[in-house]
C-alpha cells in the first residue's frame, strides 16, 4: 500500500513539475550549529557541515512564486555535558521563495544516524532517528546565505525510549 501511494505520487510530482534540469545541481555547502537555550535540552548542541543539491523538480507557483525540491546531506557532531556522538542525516526539503526577494522559507525531513544514543540526561532509545525542520534562509549576497531553523528529532516511536530533541539552528553557507 504505501509503495503505491509513494509511486503514485512520483508520478503526480513528474505530471506537474518543470524537470528540464534532469541533474543534481550544486546548490550550497556550509556549516550550521545548534542549540537549545533553556529548560532540560540546555546542555545538548550540534556542529555540522552540509552540502544541498536541486532535485530536478520545481514549480512555478504564478505571481513570482517558485516551490524547489532539495537533497541535503549533513555530517557533525552532537553532544551533552562530555557526551559526544556523530551525526549524519541526508534526506529531501522544500524551498518556497518570491523571485527578486532575499528570503527563502524552508521545510524538510531526513533519516539520521547518531553514532550513540544514550547520553546523561536523555536515551534516544536507538541509533536510528529523523529530523525534521522549518526554516528561513536570507541570501546575503549573490554567495553568501544565512539561516535559521527549527529542528526536532527523534525516533518516531520505533523504540520504548524516544524523548526527542529540539534544536535552534543557526546556518553560514556559500551559494554556488
Known amino acids: 500500500m504505501i509503495g503505491a501511494v509513494a509511486l503514485?505520487?512520483?508520478?503526480?510530482l513528474s505530471a506537474t513539475c518543470d524537470c528540464s534540469a534532469q541533474a543534481l545541481h550544486?546548490?550550497?555547502?556550509?556549516?550550521?550549529?545548534?542549540?537549545?537555550?533553556m529548560g532540560a535540552d540546555r546542555d545538548f548542541h550540534q556542529a555540522e557541515g552540509f552540502v544541498?543539491?536541486?532535485?530536478?523538480?520545481?514549480?512555478?507557483?504564478?505571481s513570482r512564486w517558485r516551490s524547489q525540491s532539495h537533497l541535503?546531506?549533513?555530517a557533525g557532531w552532537i553532544g551533552e555535558s562530555?557526551?559526544?556522538?556523530?551525526?549524519?542525516?541526508?534526506?529531501?526539503?522544500?524551498?518556497?521563495?518570491?523571485?527578486?526577494?532575499p528570503a527563502t522559507l524552508e521545510g524538510g525531513i531526513s533519516p539520521t544516524i547518531?553514532?550513540?544514543?544514550?547520553?546523561?540526561?536523555k536515551d534516544f532509545g536507538i541509533p536510528f532517528q529523523f529530523s525534521s525542520h522549518v526554516g528561513i534562509s536570507f541570501d546575503i549576497t549573490s554567495h553568501i546565505r544565512v539561516s535559521y531553523r527549527?529542528?526536532?528529532?527523534?525516533?518516531a516511536g520505533l523504540s520504548r525510549h524516544n524523548p526527542g530533541l529540539n534544536l535552534h539552528m543557526l546556518g553560514l553557507s556559500y551559494v554556488f
Do not use: E, V
Not at 503514485?8 to 503526480?12: I, K
Not at 544541498?52 to 504564478?62: A, I, K, V
Not at 547518531?114 to 540526561?121: I, K, V
Open 150 to 155: 527549527f529542528q526536532h528529532m527523534s525516533n
Open 52 to 62: 544541498n543539491w536541486d532535485l530536478p523538480w520545481n514549480w512555478d507557483l504564478g
Open 8 to 12: 503514485l505520487c512520483g508520478l503526480l
Open 82 to 101: 562530555g557526551a559526544n556522538a556523530a551525526i549524519a542525516t541526508l534526506g529531501p526539503s522544500l524551498s518556497l521563495a518570491r523571485q527578486a526577494f
Open 72 to 74: 541535503d546531506a549533513s
Open 26 to 37: 550544486l546548490d550550497s555547502a556550509g556549516a550550521r550549529f545548534g542549540f537549545y537555550p
Open 114 to 121: 547518531l553514532a550513540r544514543s544514550d547520553f546523561p540526561t
